[in-house]
Every structure is written in C-alpha cells, then in structure tokens.
C-alpha cells in the first residue's frame, strides 16, 4: 500500500470563485499537504507558475483574463524555461464529453467533473504521482501521451507513425471523468 | 522537486513524433506502507469539508444573490456578452457548487440554465420565463430546502425544468446538429 506525503509537495489552485479554493484548500490541508499557493484568475496563476515551480496544477476551467484551457495551452510549452511538464488537474462544472475531449488536447493531465469529492481528489493525485504517462511532441500537441485504450487498428490522421503501437493500459479521461477512480 | 534536469529526460524521435519519458519526479513523495500503518486522507478531509458545512448556506446564498443579479442586469440592459457571460459563470459555478453545498436539485437546474445560454440560437429570443423560472427555482430551493418533504419537490422541479429547457433547444437547433449532438449527450455525472 502506497501513501503521498503530501507534505513535500507544492500545489498550485487556480479558480475564481473563492469558496472553491477554499474547500480546495481545505481537502488539501487535510491530506497534509504544507504549500498550497492560489490564484484567482489565469494569469496570476501563470505568474505564481513560474515563480513557486509547483508540483501539482489544479485548475478551474472558466477563469478571468484566461482560463484554465489557457493556462495548460501556456504551460505546455515545450521550449519554455519553465517545467512544461507538471501534472494538471482540471477541476471543472464542465460535464460534457466534448469538454473533457477539449481539456486532454491542451495537454491536461486529469479530468474531475464537480461536484468535487475529497476521494475523487485524491485519486487523481494519487495517480498523477503514480503512474505519470510519458509525454509526447507532435507538430500539434504537447503533453501526456493521450492513449489509453487498445484501439491499435485506429489508422486515423492523427496515428502517430514509426513505433509499435504501443498502448497505456488505463481508462481513458472520458471513464475516468464519470467515475471516481 | 519539480523539475527533472535535462540530462534525466530522454527523447526518442520518430517519424511524426517524440516520445518524451523522463524519471518520475514525484517518485520520493510516494512511500511504502503497512495496510496497519495507513492512515485515512480521504476520510480525513471529508471530516474537515464537513466542518465547513456550518458555512454553505451562506456560501450559496452568495452564489445565487450573484445569479439573481446578473440576470437582473440582462432583463435591463438585454444579452451584451459581457452580461451574457456574467449570467452564464453564476449559473455555472452553481451548478459546481450547489451539490457540495447541500443542494443538488439547485446544481440540476443551474446546468439547465447553463445549457439553455450555451446553446440557444438567439438569446434576445429566448422566452424570459425560462430563465425566470430556472432562476425563481433555484432562489426558492436554496431559500427554503430545509425539510425533507421540500427536497423531494426541489428534485421535481429540477427534472422538469430540464425537460422543458431541453425540449426547447432540441426544437431550436433542429438546424444545428453540432449542438444537437452536445445537447442530447449524456452528462459526465460523477459516481459519487
């Protein structure tokens, strides 16, 4: 059985709406988590990006200046001098399937629909500490490797060419999003 | 912690993509322990978000007391985007919000609400008693969901609010398959 120290990690909470960061705050302190930094707003979260180097991103979708789609598009920024690679929660009252398929194109590492839960929170930092994916650069996209089923007969446009098909036994951001796990 | 150095990352090239792999660095948060020795986060922190239950009322008066305002400003000033999106983030948050809060007939209709903006063709075109009554329901729900036989209405309420709203936008993007596909889609409802 595995256990986070939370006290070693440093999150990063973005939303606007200032009872969610609390209970965000909140759930965080109470895993036992020290460093917990917020932002109101895109791009003081972009700011406070670079400035604490956090561990861990946890984003609300809809956001002043630029929201949270914005945000993982700034951040995944492969040639930046900042860490491009950090695991990005998506915390959102966004439900739809298109907007989880959205959030996984800008290189969002997890999707959690709210209502939040302190256990459907959990889960997902536990996994981004976990089982982090391996990134992937295209010409269009950079961030965690998208695939999580074993759909190897996809030739679609965007089959990437020249390795086996390798795939990522997990459930896609889709499952993950309608359950807890 | 962060941060790997670039020596620790290795990048394998191939036609049309790199794979990008480097040692995981949040490995040294991650600790083996006894099944004995395990304490309980999750049912820590919902102890401590039940310790904040004494402030959700409040907490969701200000959300709706937000939502009753911003339509205020649009039934004076009409659909300016700025007014339109101040309407559509009060209902949104609530409809994020309300269920954690104690209230998830009030998050049902505040996603209702939320699609009926999205997706309306023309919101000048929109009857206004939709939004009143999304809006009036959502008022009345928080203002007095205190007694069990009440939440039972709220729910009812909530799923024939829905009903009406969705019946209203499958007629209005009859011409729109783009939305119809979004509007007649399964919701993302967490399990728990």
Known sequence: MFRIDFNKLRFLVCDDNPHMRRILRTLLHSFGAREVYEAEDGATALEMYSHYVPDIVISDWAMPIFDGLELAQMIRQPES??????????????????????????????????????????????????????????????????????????????????????VLQQPSLLDKARSTI | MAKNSAKDIEVKAFATHQIITQPNPLRKVLRRVEAKDADDPVGRAEQALASLAGEFKDW????????????????????????????????????????????????????SLCRVIEHAPDLEKVPAELFTHHINAILAIVHENTRLDRISVSAELSRRLRKVADDYLTQVNRDRPEHLEVILAPTIAPVD
């Open chain 1, 81 to 166: 001098k900042g860490n491009p690679y950090a695991p990005i929660i998506m915390l959102t009252g966004h439900s739809e399937k298109r907007r989880v398929t959205v959030a996984r194109d800008a290189g969002v590492t997890e999707f959690l629909a709210k209502p939040i839960s302190a256990k459907g929170l959990y889960q997902r930092i536990l996994n981004v500490v976990a089982n982090p994916r391996p990134f992937i650069k295209t010409k269009t996209y950079f961030g965690p490797d998208r695939r999580r089923n074993t759909n190897s007969a996809y030739m679609g446009p965007e089959r990437r060419v020249g390795e086996k098909h390798e």
């Open chain 2, 60 to 111: 969701m008066a200000i959300e709706v007391e937000r939502l009753s305002a911003a339509w205020t400003a649009v039934q004076k000033h009409g659909f300016t985007k700025e007014l339109r999106d101040e309407l559509f983030h009060a209902a949104h948050d609530i409809k994020g919000d309300a269920a954690t809060f104690g209230f998830p007939s009030a998050a049902g209709i505040a996603e």
